[in-house]
């Protein structure tokens, strides 16, 4: 039994690798973060480092997520190595009491950091944990290709993103009720676009960096990822609809919308509707 035989991160490497195979990870593009429960700690401690490597100030503060626990991919890591050496591409990360700085306790055994985007998805965990009671665990960054040629092309608002995405297939109503937000063009990496990206996920579970990629949040893996993937095909389909070049002719009404929504058991933001 070593750290690689534990349930959680074989879910996680699992991910990346499903990320990887749909395509939204060329490179060392997007990254994955994962607060481990209390038991999955405690399973995973055996085999911490003896020594944890120096505390390191984030330049950002989330107070409820002092002392938790993080599995998060290195900055700079490929998608698609996760699976050959895990050890190499990921780390764990323990958070400190002041909820401003991380150390690693596992992990990227060549060297390294977490994700550049360490800040967005920490200062996103914690608004997510405020907002969903605690339900909320995983943050994923992906590039994928269709729903970042749309920012291209479409009003870089929510109403507009959202309309678009619940229209172009019929499961998205139900799938994100709630919508999605977008942020505008900006710099990655740093607390300017950890706290743009926060104001929208303070509403939204799921937010589109403008000419970048798509940030989502979810209580599990299979939600979080399956969020990512619904909301990537229904941009594949609208993309393939203009694509025939002569516009859309018909799409999905917007009382066809308030009819899945209510037969579904679901709140579509009302706001987004016409
Ligand atoms: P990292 O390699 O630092 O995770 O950065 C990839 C990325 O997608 C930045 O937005
Ligand atoms: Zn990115």
């Not at 985007?117 to 997510?128: D, L, Q």
């Not at 109403?159 to 995405?165: G, I, K």
């Not at 977008?182 to 799921?206: F, Q, R, S």
Request: aromatic letters at 10%; glycine letters at 10%; one cysteine or more.
């Amino acid at each position: 039994m070593g750290m690689l035989d534990i349930s959680v991160m074989k879910r996680y490497i699992r991910m990346a690798d499903d990320g990887w195979h749909q395509g939204w990870h060329e490179r060392n593009g997007g990254n994955v973060t994962y607060r481990l429960t209390k038991e999955e700690v405690e399973q995973m401690r055996p085999f911490f480092d003896a020594q944890p490597r120096p505390w390191v100030n984030m330049g950002v503060t989330g107070a409820n997520l002092a002392g938790e626990y993080f599995i998060s991919t290195g900055s700079g890591k490929f998608f698609r190595n996760v699976i050959l050496d895990p050890e190499d591409s990921l780390c764990i990360v323990e958070i400190n009491e002041a909820g401003d700085s991380y150390r690693i306790v596992w992990g990227l055994k060549n060297g390294g950091r977490p994700t550049s985007e360490f800040p967005s998805h920490f200062m996103n965990h914690s608004v997510r944990v405020a907002a969903t009671n605690g339900a909320c665990r995983v943050i994923y960054h992906a590039h994928p290709a269709n729903v970042i040629a749309l920012t291209y092309v479409l009003e870089l608002t929510d109403r507009e993103f959202s309309r678009v995405l619940w229209k172009s297939a019929t499961e998205c109503p139900v799938v994100f009720p709630g919508g999605v937000g977008v942020v505008p063009w900006m710099v990655p990496g740093g607390a300017d676009i950890a706290l743009a990206t926060c104001e929208k996920m303070k509403k939204y579970e799921a937010a589109i960096w403008a000419h970048h990629g798509l940030f989502v949040s979810g209580p599990d893996f299979d939600t979080t990822f399956g969020l990512m993937h619904t909301i990537e095909k229904s941009a594949q389909i609208y993309v393939l609809a203009m694509s025939c070049g002569q516009g859309i002719r018909q799409t999905i009404k917007d009382d066809e919308l308030r009819a899945i929504a209510k037969e579904f058991g679901v709140q579509l933001r009302e706001e987004f509707l016409d």
